[in-house]
């Protein structure tokens, strides 16, 4: 009920900035947090960031503080996320992801949509 695109991936100099864009569809009055993770090549999938649909509040890793803020632009439907100041250990596959609340008669259930990931590569 909730589709997820993720793009803006590509190959980035160290240093650099990349936006990635996750577009959604749907069901999106259900979604309750957005968030962005990621998976580093031989490691397993990883928090980036997360905001609220209620309040917007945010939750970042450690890795990313301040320098990869999480938004979202609800006129597009869309959340971002702007990163710069890459390092060659930001390099993974980004994947976007939806916590939605639905309901199916009278019963909430909480569901987890997730998108085909876009590559990320920092690299000189």
């Known amino acids: 009920q909730v589709q997820l695109v993720e793009s803006g991936g590509g190959l980035v100099q160290p240093g650099g900035s990349l936006r990635l864009s996750c577009a959604t569809s749907?069901?999106?009055?259900?979604?309750?947090?957005m968030g962005w993770y990621r998976q580093p090549p031989g490691k397993e999938r990883e928090l980036v960031a997360t905001?609220?649909?209620?309040?917007?509040?945010?939750n970042y890793a450690d890795s990313v503080k301040g320098r990869c803020p999480i938004s979202r632009d609800n006129a597009k439907n869309t959340v971002y996320l702007q990163m710069s100041s890459l390092k060659p250990e930001d390099t993974a596959v980004y994947y976007c992801?939806?916590?939605?609340?639905?309901?199916?008669?009278?019963?909430?259930?909480?569901?987890?949509?997730w998108g085909q990931g876009t590559q990320v590569t920092v690299s000189s």
């Open positions: 992801n939806a916590r939605s609340l639905e309901m199916d008669y009278g019963l909430g259930y909480e569901y987890y949509y």
């Open positions: 905001i609220a649909t209620v309040d917007s509040t945010t």
């Open positions: 749907g069901s999106i009055f259900s979604i309750n947090v």
